[in-house]
Structures are given as C-alpha cells and as structure tokens.
C-alpha cells in the first residue's frame, strides 16, 4: 500500500470534505500545514506527496528516495521545484479550472460592494441610523450603476471569459487585453491593447497568471492612465500590482476604489500599505475556497493520483 502524505490538507479541507477518496488509493497522513524545515522529515516515508503552498524544494525532492509522485492541490504549482522533479522522473500535476465559477462570483462581489457598499449601509442602519433618519433613503457613498460601464479584463481565459459574461449579462461593455485574441473570440468582447484597456475601462480586472515579465505591471504609471472614477480588481495574482503605488493612488483620489483577493505577501505584515487605504476591498484569498469548489479541487487531486497509480499521467505539468 501507498504512504501517501497531505503536507497542508487544512486550507483544502477544514473539516467539511471527506478524504474517504484518496484513503481508497493508499495510507494517508494528512497535516494541518507543513514549514519547509519539516518536509524531509513528514515525507521521508511517502512515496506519494500531496501540496497547496507547502514547498517542494530540489534539496527536498533529493532527501525524499521513496518519491514517486507530487500532487500540486491547487492549478500554480510554483511551489514545486520542476526541472529536480523531472530529473528523477516524478510526475508533477495539478488541477486546472476547478475554481472558475467561484473566482467569477467573487470577482462581481468585488465590484458590487464597490459600487453600493453593502455592507456599509447594512451596518449603518444596524447601529440605527435609519431610524433616526429624517428620509426615507440615505447613502454615505455614490452609488454606481454597471449597465454601459466599460469593464476591462487583464487575460480572457476560462475565468476572464466567466467574468466577461457576467459583466455582459449586467449590460456593461466588455474590453479585453489577451496573449490570444484570435483562438479565444467571444461575442461582445472586444480586444483591445493594454494602454486602451486601462484608459478607457470603468473597472479593470486582473485574470492574468504571474511571469517575471508581468510582475508589478500595474503599477504608478499605469494607474494614472485610469479615468478617475475607476475601480480596480484583482483575484488573480497579489505580485501583479504595486502595492504601494496602489494606495498612494487610492489616497490622492487617482483612482475611486480598488478590490483585492490576494496580496504580494499572504498573510499581510499588520503594516501592509493597502491595509487601511480608503475606499480599499480587501479578502483573504478566498475566491478559490466555496465547498463546491474545493469539493471538485480534492476530487480532481483524488482523480489525478488515480490515473497515476493506474499507469497513466494525467494533468502532468512536467512531462
């Protein structure tokens, strides 16, 4: 039977999944999470290594004699060096596309509580201010309708395109900056450069992977291309945004608002520059994590280690 070990199973499953799966396949140990100063000594018996963020580093891969197999759980597989896995003929996959619906919604969440501050008002009229008003109605922001806004999107692929039909389906203008325009058409998209996205769009939002290339693309220059009403999204990458430059622009009223799911640094020092910027949306990386979407995350997991012990790769990024 297989050793099997789940270095980081929490963030995946907290409790509310079954592991029943991928115990069927093998011995399953499953930690809570895993520093990289302890991963030679949990995996050292595991012919099989399941990861989300803990690191898999070429000086791993070599203390670990037994290792046949790394699950990436999750579609980045950056925490796992490629090139030593490869040397020793282990197979790396991951799990694309699993959390597009989920990543989409909150991409719209985003922009929704930008534009009428929900939560806000909620809890204005919680604390009473409602009762004791002299109106029937009262707003503390402006309120900002989607319909013939222009919505610019960073990268059209599966979540870019979720995202764009969800801004078409608000009646917005749909905008898109893309490595592949010509194998990725869509009716009402229109392709644009990035310079022209930035420029003309309402809302801008980021569905690009991370490269050494893009890395801070968005930073002081760019944004004060943006129409001064805009909004900024990112549920993308934290690195692909100067952080700093990002508050000094939401500071001086260069840009209206901004919301983010992920940050260059996770979790954030107390002392992160957009910690307390205003008009600044900020969650902690959740996007990825609704029960159905981490439910199809440890299935696929559950699928590609199967494949594997079947005699067939599936989903390998280092083949």
């Known amino acids: ?18 592991w029943e799966g991928l115990e069927a396949l093998g011995k399953v140990t499953v930690y809570d999470r895993t520093p990289e100063s ?6 050292r018996d595991a012919e ?21 197999y790394i699950g990436v759980i999750a579609t980045g597989y950056n925490v796992v060096d490629i090139a030593a896995a490869k040397e020793r003929d282990i197979p790396v996959t ?4 699993y959390s597009t619906s989920a990543v989409a919604q909150l991409t719209f969440a985003l922009i929704l509580e930008l534009c009428h501050h929900v939560g806000a008002h909620s809890e204005a009229v919680h604390q009473g201010r409602w009762s004791s008003s002299k109106d029937f109605s009262f707003w503390d922001f402006p309120l900002v ?24 389906a608000f009646g917005m203008q749909v905008i898109a900056h893309h490595k592949h325009p010509e194998r990725d058409k869509m009716d009402g998209v229109r392709f644009v450069d990035l310079a022209t996205c930035f420029r003309e769009a309402d809302v801008v939002s980021l569905h690009t992977p991370m490269s050494a ?7 002081a220059a760019l944004l004060d291309t943006m129409q001064r009403g805009a909004f900024l999204i990112n549920t993308s990458r934290g690195g692909l945004i100067n952080e700093a430059d990002l508050a000094a ?29 205003p008009n600044m949306l900020i969650t902690p990386h959740i996007a990825w994590a609704t029960a159905a979407a981490r439910g199809r995350l440890l299935s696929a997991v559950t ?4 494949a594997f012990l079947s005699g067939r790769v599936k989903n390998c990024v280092n083949s």
């Open 94 to 97: 991951n799990v694309p596309a």
């Open 1 to 18: 039977m297989k050793q099997i070990v789940v270095l980081d199973g929490y963030a995946l499953n907290p409790g509310d999944l079954s």
């Open 38 to 43: 302890l991963v030679v000594e949990r995996a």
């Open 249 to 277: 622009a939401l500071r001086s009223g260069r840009i209206s608002g901004a919301g983010v799911d992920v940050l260059s640094t996770e979790p954030p020092p107390a002392d992160h520059p957009l910690i307390g910027a």
């Open 145 to 168: 309708e989607l319909e013939g806004k222009v919505l610019g999107i960073v990268g059209l692929g599966q979540i870019g395109q979720a995202v764009a039909r969800i801004g078409l």
């Open 303 to 306: 699928d590609n280690l199967a």
């Open 48 to 68: 099989i290594v399941l990861t989300n963020k803990s690191v898999l580093s070429a000086a791993a891969i070599a203390a670990l004699p037994k290792l046949e």
């Open 213 to 219: 290339a893009n890395k801070e693309f968005v930073n």
